[in-house]
């Protein structure tokens, strides 16, 4: 990357969308069941991030053409970027939990390099590591890959002969590619690898494919998301809540049992614990939106220096008016076919570079128009299907959340590692009282379909 990098399109357009109640930061989190090591864990971190990524050891500054750029700082030292914190008794996940909700809203210095990890001692009688990012470093895909290259397959980490590639590379390639064992797609399973519309942007919708009429029905008529208990303006109160960990083949014995995907039954089990959570509160919607990303480029196991954003956002509308969940579960399961056939991803992409380059008050305007006709970002990283280990301690479980803009007021993140399923959600304290129960209502609604499964079969 040299000394100097301008930051692409994308990349500049997240780093512009700070606010107070909803930062531009991406929040990852693993636990261990044993304390860590953390000098080991920090040489690790020291040469498969620090050494190999400059935009980690790099601060944003403004040129003078107004545009963004990363600058390496030379006397930066990582050691800087760590906070070292014991979780208050009894150490458990109210505790953890109450950490990373009070972290939400802190921001990143632009002085220092836009990155930090807090490694927590006590949770549970071991460890866990909550690593800060900002958005404009890298997308999802990225981000996840990021976490995993830290991580080795077995206790004894990467041993190789002398001859072999730097450990740093080995580290990255040998995890990503258990990464790409475990199916790392986009939540959508809408991926588009090509960044350029052939012909113009009209010429791409009018086409006769279903998904594509409903890509132009989303532009101009917009997606439907109901007023309901917590539309309003965010505050700077956050809260964190996850659920115990699925087993991940009682999910894959729905999905063959109704032909579906997997991830048709993670996201019905979303629109279930909404539609439950909503009724709780006094509150009926026909049907609420997230915002899915989508990653634009092929899976690359080695991370290419230079990171970046290459993603659009797509639009589920998820039915919370449908009692029935295998009835639901149909339902979801048409939508989602319809945005795999469509375009929708491309053009969102297109639409993104172009509200990129606007005055900054209008793309601010246009980005906020946009984002509020979702309630926030859903994502599904499939993970490997087997343990991986950090400084010698096997990982346990990992969780992370996108970033929120405008009033959106969740951030939903179902994670799949190692056999289990973990789910989790970053919520607005004040317009999502009672946020424990979207999680728990997202264990309940997979049981409430693996009954009516077993009770009435599907194809």
């Known amino acids: 990357m040299g000394g100097r990098q301008r930051l692409g399109v994308q990349d500049a357009l997240w780093l512009e969308m700070d606010e107070p109640g909803n930062l531009m930061v991406v929040d990852s989190l693993f636990w261990t069941a044993a304390p860590i090591d953390w000098d080991r864990y920090r040489d690790v971190a020291r040469e498969r991030l620090w050494d190999r990524f400059p935009v980690f050891r790099?601060?944003?500054?403004?040129?003078?053409?107004?545009?963004?750029?990363?600058?390496?700082?030379?006397?930066?030292?990582?050691?800087?970027?760590?906070?070292?914190?014991?979780?208050?008794?009894?150490?458990?996940?109210?505790?953890?939990?109450?950490?990373?909700?009070?972290?939400?809203?802190?921001?990143?210095?632009?002085?220092?390099?836009?990155?930090?990890?807090?490694?927590?001692?006590?949770?549970?009688?071991?460890?866990?590591?909550?690593?800060?990012?900002?958005?404009?470093?890298?997308?999802?895909?990225?981000?996840?890959?990021?976490?995993?290259?830290v991580f080795d397959p077995g206790p004894e980490g990467i041993v190789a002969p002398p001859a072999?590639?730097?450990?740093?590379?080995?580290?990255?390639?040998?995890?990503?590619?258990?990464?790409?064992?475990?199916?790392?797609?986009?939540?959508?399973?809408?991926?588009?690898?090509?960044?350029?519309?052939?012909?113009?942007?009209?010429?791409?919708?009018?086409?006769?494919?279903?998904g594509d009429v409903d890509t132009l029905r989303k532009l101009v008529l917009g997606t439907r998301n109901d007023s309901t208990c917590w539309t309003g303006t965010v505050g700077e109160h956050k809260a964190i809540a996850w659920a115990p960990p699925i087993d991940l083949d009682d999910?894959?014995?729905?999905?063959?049992?109704?032909?579906?995907?997997?991830?048709?039954?993670?996201?019905?089990?979303?629109?279930?614990?909404?539609?439950?959570?909503?009724?709780?509160?006094?509150?009926?919607?026909?049907?609420?939106?997230?915002?899915?990303?989508?990653?634009?480029?092929?899976?690359?196991?080695?991370?290419?220096?230079?990171?970046?954003?290459?993603?659009?956002?797509?639009?589920?509308?998820?039915?919370?008016?449908?009692d029935d969940p295998v009835r639901a579960l149909e339902v979801v399961r048409r939508r989602m076919d319809?945005?795999?056939?469509?375009?929708?991803?491309?053009?969102?992409?297109?639409l993104q570079a172009l509200i990129a380059r606007l005055d900054k008050r209008l793309y601010r305007a246009s980005v906020d128009l946009l984002a509020n006709r979702a309630i926030g970002v859903l994502t599904n990283v499939p993970g490997p299907d087997v343990p991986l280990h950090v400084a010698g301690r096997k990982v346990e479980g990992m969780l992370g959340w996108a970033p929120l803009t405008a009033d959106q007021v969740m951030s939903f993140t179902i994670y799949s590692y190692d056999g289990k399923v973990f789910v989790g959600i970053a919520a607005d304290a004040g317009l999502v009282p009672d946020h424990e129960e979207v999680v728990e209502g997202f264990s309940a609604a997979l049981e409430r379909i693996r009954l009516l499964t077993e009770a009435h079969p599907g194809p």
């Open 164 to 210: 072999a590639p730097r450990a740093s590379r080995r580290g990255i390639a040998g995890t990503s590619r258990l990464l790409a064992r475990g199916a790392v797609t986009n939540p959508a399973g809408a991926a588009h690898t090509a960044l350029t519309l052939t012909g113009s942007l009209v010429g791409s919708l009018v086409g006769s494919a279903t």
């Open 338 to 350: 319809r945005i795999k056939r469509g375009h929708e991803a491309v053009v969102d992409f297109g």
């Open 58 to 149: 790099s601060v944003v500054v403004r040129g003078d053409d107004g545009a963004w750029w990363w600058e390496e700082q030379p006397g930066a030292d990582p050691e800087d970027r760590y906070e070292h914190v014991r979780l208050p008794e009894p150490g458990g996940d109210a505790e953890l939990q109450a950490l990373i909700a009070a972290q939400r809203t802190v921001p990143l210095d632009r002085s220092e390099p836009l990155w930090r990890a807090v490694l927590v001692d006590g949770y549970r009688g071991g460890s866990a590591v909550l690593f800060r990012a900002h958005h404009a470093i890298a997308d999802g895909v990225r981000m996840v890959q990021l976490a995993f290259s």
């Open 251 to 322: 999910v894959k014995a729905i999905a063959r049992a109704h032909a579906v995907t997997v991830n048709d039954v993670l996201v019905t089990c979303v629109a279930d614990s909404l539609r439950t959570y909503l009724r709780r509160h006094g509150a009926v919607c026909h049907s609420v939106t997230w915002d899915v990303p989508v990653n634009l480029k092929p899976f690359d196991p080695t991370l290419p220096v230079v990171l970046g954003n290459s993603f659009a956002l797509v639009q589920l509308e998820l039915p919370t008016s449908i």
